[in-house]
């Protein structure tokens, strides 16, 4: 609850249908009646006096610097910016109308007590604002208006202001008679619907006078129960007719809209403001088929909506001015062209691939100047494919688009006046290139054999239709490049595969020539479908290494053979130094065998001399060219020199096996040294 210090009103702090400290939950719509008796049954914490307030204390709780909701949102949270139900009935109306505060603005307004359903908030106790008692005073002090006179024709009229008096709660006031009778309570904008007034109020009538001489128009204001007239009356005399006088000429076109409010002429009086006139388009005159619209009168200039139609001619619009008794009439003049038909073209030609859709936009329009009533397709022609036409913006789809070939294809736009413009395009559904599968498919690497050659590439071609350029594709012409003299030929002529065709062409690979080691290619194939750009197709050719014979080394022999090798006197010699060269290969036709060698003689002092009468055996295989050593055993010197044979068996390959000979000479020993002679003496000595 919330306690208003001021007032000492204790008001419930949310809205009926919303309960707890942030008000939770959905406003209840109630009637006035439901209202009240919702405040009768109410026993909010603990209390059972609640009740609705009266409009005094109801808008006591407007904050009049807020706005919607205009209510201290801090004390009354979730207040919607609503029409909230007071108990101030609008007596003695018997509209059953109550007075309800407008927590958007804050202002006071009257709603129906049966038929409206809107919020209410619940007050208890203090001391009442207004308790609008049976006692409380309804009436107010008579008031009246002061009778305007000899006033212009049609002019809006105010009365003098009069002041509310003699009132203790607010009453209803309401306002009747002449046609655009309004009020104005304290200088605020002028109303017709009831309202409230409260005492101290000041309150303006305002009427539009009579279109007449001599003519009276009279405005009844109520408040409460009482009433007071306010009567103006036109000045006497002879009225004179109204004029007008028409624009200069305007032009218009058969079958055009309207478009925006153009000036028709000027209306004018001598007794009655030019703005208070009224202006109608009337028979007379002769144009046909032209008609207005939205006339509007500003202060005597008149402007109006002109169209033609579409069988309009030129002619004349007659306008009449009045000034409710007499009118004035004039003739404008309007110069109607013949309709035009639309506006509709496309680009000579357009392309779209065979199969394929494709969407053709107008070059200019649709466009008309009344408008296109219908866009339709007149004409496809040899055209078979999928075909439409959009009725608003002209726009060709296409689909499926076929056969391949040149076709002429025809829109026909009709206006709102039943003129055509045929509109064509030649349509070149293009062939489709041919689509190619590569075996072994691009990317891979292709072996040759060791003869240097390779099987060829197959291109298999599918999904292709038509003739010419576009259905065209072609590979190659390819190049092979990195290979060096592996493959001296670099060039593969070029392939061409055009429409529906299958058939499968060979992209023959040239032959390689073998190195001693395996060499790698490049092989690049462009391939364009359809004179598009190429795509390269690119394999990697791998070139075997040359097959190599075996051949067995040939013997380098140092010293050479048939040659004498000298021991030295400590009986050793030399290695014989084999060196091998111009072999290849492997394996035992690429091998190279020398010894075991085998050393002969004659006579006892041969064999005193070599005891040892073999060697070890060397091997050589292929392209070695690392030399080995035939080391000979040492000889026995004798007391003459001995010679030998050394023969060492050489075997290359499946040649015949050749014996290398060399002459082996062990010296002679060297002779021992002899003692010094001594005498006998010397040798036997005697005592003495």
């Not at 109630?30 to 909010?44: M, R, V």
């Not at 212009?152 to 009453?171: D, K, Y």
């Not at 060096?484 to 392939?495: D, H």
Request: hydrophobic share 40%; proline share 6%; with cysteine.
């Amino acid at each position: 609850m919330v306690t208003d210090l001021q007032t000492g009103l204790i008001w419930k702090r949310c809205t009926e249908g919303r309960s707890g400290l942030d008000c939770a939950g959905i406003d209840t719509s109630l009637t006035w009646t439901a209202a009240l008796s919702a405040a009768n049954s109410s026993i909010h914490a603990g209390f059972n006096d609640w009740r609705l307030p009266n409009i005094i204390e109801l808008q006591s709780l407007v904050e009049t610097s807020c706005h919607s909701p205009s209510i201290n949102t801090t004390q009354f949270p979730a207040t919607e910016a609503q029409v909230y139900w007071s108990a101030s009935s609008l007596v003695p109306f018997a509209n059953a109308d109550t007075l309800c505060v407008r927590f958007d603005d804050g202002g006071i307004s009257a709603t129906n007590e049966s038929t409206s359903n809107t919020k209410a908030r619940l007050v208890r106790g203090g001391q009442s604002l207004d308790t609008f008692a049976s006692e409380a005073d309804f009436t107010p002090n008579s008031f009246g208006f002061s009778v305007q006179s000899g006033v212009p024709l049609n002019s809006l009229r105010a009365s003098g202001s009069i002041n509310v008096s003699g009132l203790t709660t607010p009453v209803g006031i309401a306002v009747s008679g002449a046609a655009a009778s309004a009020y104005s309570i304290n200088g605020g904008a002028f109303a017709s619907a009831p309202g409230s007034v409260v005492n101290g109020d000041t309150v303006v009538v305002s009427h539009t006078s009579a279109g007449a001489n001599s003519s009276s128009v009279t405005s009844t204001l109520s408040i409460g129960a009482v009433s007071a007239d306010f009567v103006s009356t036109t000045a006497g005399g002879s009225n004179t007719a109204p004029t007008f006088t028409p624009a200069a000429a305007i032009a218009r076109q058969q079958g055009s809209a309207g478009g925006a409010a153009i000036s028709v002429g000027t209306a004018a009086d001598a007794e009655s403001g030019p703005g208070s006139l009224g202006v109608t388009q009337i028979a007379g005159g002769t144009a046909v088929g032209v008609g207005t619209a939205g006339i509007v009168n500003s202060a005597g200039a008149i402007s109006a909506v002109v169209a033609a139609s579409c069988a309009a001619t030129s002619g004349t619009l007659r306008f009449q001015a009045s000034d409710g008794s007499l009118n004035g009439a004039g003739d404008l003049q309007v110069n109607v062209s013949a309709n035009t038909a639309p506006v509709l073209t496309y680009a000579a030609t357009a392309n779209v691939d065979g199969g394929a859709g494709s969407t053709i936009n107008p070059a200019s329009g649709p466009s008309d100047n009344g408008l296109v009533a219908t866009i339709v397709l007149q004409s496809q022609g040899t055209y078979a494919g999928g075909i439409s036409v959009n009725t608003g913006s002209g726009a060709i789809s296409l689909s499926n688009a076929a056969p391949v070939g040149v076709h002429t294809i025809s829109i026909r736009a009709t206006d709102n006046c039943g003129s055509t413009t045929d509109a064509t395009v030649q349509v070149t559904v293009n062939g489709i290139a041919p689509f190619i599968q590569f075996s072994p498919a691009a990317g891979s690497t292709i072996g040759y054999d060791g003869a240097g050659t390779a099987s060829p590439i197959i291109a298999t071609p599918s999904g292709g239709t038509g003739a010419g350029s576009t259905a065209t594709t072609t590979v190659g012409a390819c190049t092979i490049t990195g290979g060096g003299a592996a493959f001296p030929t670099t060039g593969i002529a070029q392939l061409s595969f055009v429409g529906a065709t299958i058939a499968p062409q060979n992209i023959a690979l040239p032959s390689c020539l073998p190195q001693p080691a395996t060499v790698s290619a490049v092989l690049t194939c462009p391939e364009s479908r359809g004179g598009a750009p190429a795509t390269d197709r690119i394999w990697t050719l791998t070139c075997q290494a040359a097959t190599v014979s075996p051949v067995a080394p040939t013997i380098a022999y140092t010293p050479t053979t048939d040659t004498t090798i000298s021991y030295t006197s400590a009986g050793s010699a030399a290695p014989i130094v084999a060196t091998p060269g111009g072999g290849s290969g492997s394996g035992a036709l690429a091998t190279t065998t020398v010894g075991a060698c085998s050393i002969s003689g004659s006579g006892p002092a041969f064999a005193l001399a070599f005891p040892t009468t073999s060697t070890g055996q060397l091997s050589f295989l292929g392209p070695t060219t690392t030399a080995q050593n035939l080391l000979l055993p040492n000889c026995v010197p004798q007391s003459s020199a001995v010679n030998a044979n050394l023969a060492c068996p050489e075997s290359r390959g499946s040649a015949t096996q050749v014996i290398r000979v060399w002459t082996l000479n062990c010296p002679v020993l060297p002779t021992a040294p002899v003692p010094p002679h001594c005498a006998c003496s010397e040798l036997h000595p005697t005592s003495r």
